[in-house]
């Protein structure tokens, strides 16, 4: 059973367009974090849920905006895509605090915007 | 400004050598410090990590070498192998289980 899983694991698509990545974890974690690798490789996080809530909101286009339907679950929905929105986006799980807190990251999903 | 510096950028050791990674913070808030391996195409994978409360802790070939006043630490990978052969990334948070600040990685080549 894969820990946590993202899907699309690619996605190609056109400037302008709106698109959704989903994640889900069972790993019965309480925290999700959206993390954006770029070209560079350079791992950056985005936002971080605890139990559905949002705890950290970095300096993202409001463009991107995650949704958490519950605690094993988190998706991000972008509008308009741009050029620039091109990289690879992970998904991660954590218990916050406490022991057994170690990060699981999924396996990305790679954007492409055309 | 980035709170985590990693080097060296890319690094190319002989079969059975040690590989050497070092990292340095500027945020004496950052209360652990994990290193992840990433293969092409792969997510992250936790490798081994550490509190600021030891300075040192082993894992198979891998270990971490923490130093709290000089704000630095380090992966150590003994007997390297073309198996290592990975991108590798230090991070830091202020809390285990919070959002992580990497560094920018290095790129681990292990020739045969």
């Known amino acids: 059973d894969t820990a946590v899983s993202q899907t699309p694991k690619y996605l190609v698509t056109q400037m302008g367009n709106d698109k959704s990545i989903k994640c889900e974890q069972n790993?019965?974690?309480?925290?999700m974090y959206w993390y954006k690798q770029d070209s560079k490789k350079f791992l950056k996080i985005m936002f971080s849920?605890?139990?559905?809530?949002?705890?950290i909101n970095e300096t993202v286009p409001n463009r991107f905006s995650p949704k958490s339907p519950d605690k094993a679950h988190l998706n991000l929905h972008i509008n308009s895509l741009e050029l620039g929105d091109s990289a690879v986006y992970f998904c991660?799980?954590?218990?916050?605090?406490?022991?057994?807190?170690?990060?699981?990251f999924g396996p990305g999903t790679r954007l492409t915007v055309t | 400004q980035q709170q985590v510096k990693q080097s060296p950028q890319s690094l190319i050791v002989q079969k059975g050598g040690i590989s050497i990674i070092n990292c340095a913070y500027e945020?004496?808030?950052?209360?652990?410090f994990p290193w992840y391996q990433q293969f092409p195409g792969k997510g992250p994978a936790l490798l081994i990590a550490?509190?600021?409360?030891?300075s040192e802790k082993k894992e198979g070939r891998f270990t971490i070498s923490f130093n709290k006043s000089a704000k630095q630490f380090s992966l150590h990978i003994m007997d390297s192998q073309p198996g290592d052969s990975a991108t590798y990334f230090c991070?830091?948070?202020?809390?285990?289980?919070?959002?992580?600040?990497f560094g920018k990685g290095t790129t681990l080549s292990v020739s045969s």
């Open positions: 991660a799980s954590s218990l916050r605090g406490g022991i057994g807190h170690e990060q699981y």
């Open positions: 790993l019965g974690h309480d925290t």
């Open positions: 849920y605890n139990n559905k809530e949002l705890i």
């Open positions: 945020n004496t808030a950052f209360d652990y």
């Open positions: 550490i509190r600021p409360d030891v």
């Open positions: 991070a830091a948070s202020p809390q285990a289980g919070t959002a992580l600040i």
